[in-house]
């Protein structure tokens, strides 16, 4: 089922989201819709609270796609990143290592069109649990870790922008609020948001 994201100024996007505390056919299905909308909306990450769940979850695959628009491994992608088995879902993440410093112009599924450099650890060791419950660690670097950490942002009602300098993120602030986002027509005819040759989380 695809699941309307919600955008800046939602207030829901600024809640602090709980622990997941029972895993079962809600949690489980809950993953699936959150991946298919991730895919539909073509981006490559997606927070529980994006969906309006407050819950600590977020579904991940930043695996590039060829010229058909399917996903593929290896190619482009680090040692580390092409060893992690995507789609990710992490459910009650915890970053337990974090090294160095690496930059990307980030967007965000929630701040469609917009775009800015951020500064995020360029290594993390991430501990999560499956939709079975099952414990385990995804150690990587290069756009996957820089996309793991976007979204543990959301499960903190922290937005990409909040990393800008005071006058940068004002200024997108303000912006928004004044100019709504902006839109594009799809071939079908419908109007969505988003610069799809980006990379939104």
């Not at 207030?11 to 056919?25: A, D, H, I, M, N």
């Not at 695996?63 to 628009?69: F, I, L, S, V, Y």
């Not at 929630?110 to 995020?120: D, H, K, L, M």
């Not at 991430?126 to 793991?148: H, P, Q, R, S």
């Amino acid at each position: 089922m695809i699941m309307k994201i919600l955008t800046f100024p939602d207030p829901k996007l600024r809640e602090v989201s709980q622990p997941v505390k029972t895993f079962g056919p809600e949690i489980a299905k809950l993953a699936e819709d959150m991946v298919e909308t991730m895919y539909h909306a073509n981006g490559i990450g997606l927070a529980a609270p994006q969906v309006g769940e407050l819950v600590r979850m977020v579904v991940i695959d930043t695996r590039p796609k060829d010229e058909k628009g399917r996903r593929y491994k290896y190619e482009e992608m680090t040692e580390l990143e092409a060893a992690v088995k995507q789609p990710l879902i992490l459910i009650n993440p915890e970053i337990v290592k974090g090294e160095g410093k690496t930059t990307f112009d980030e967007g965000c599924l929630s701040i469609p069109g917009y775009y800015e450099t951020v500064e995020r650890y360029n290594y993390i060791e991430m501990k999560a649990f499956d939709v079975n419950g099952k414990e385990y660690i995804v150690k990587t670097d290069g756009l996957l870790a820089i996309c793991m950490q976007h979204e543990m942002d959301h499960l903190e009602g922290t937005l990409f922008i909040d990393h800008l300098s005071f006058v940068k993120g004002n200024k997108i602030k303000n912006q928004i609020k004044k100019y709504g986002y902006p839109v594009k027509k799809e071939k079908e005819g419908d109007a969505t948001t988003a610069d799809e040759e980006k990379c939104e989380v």
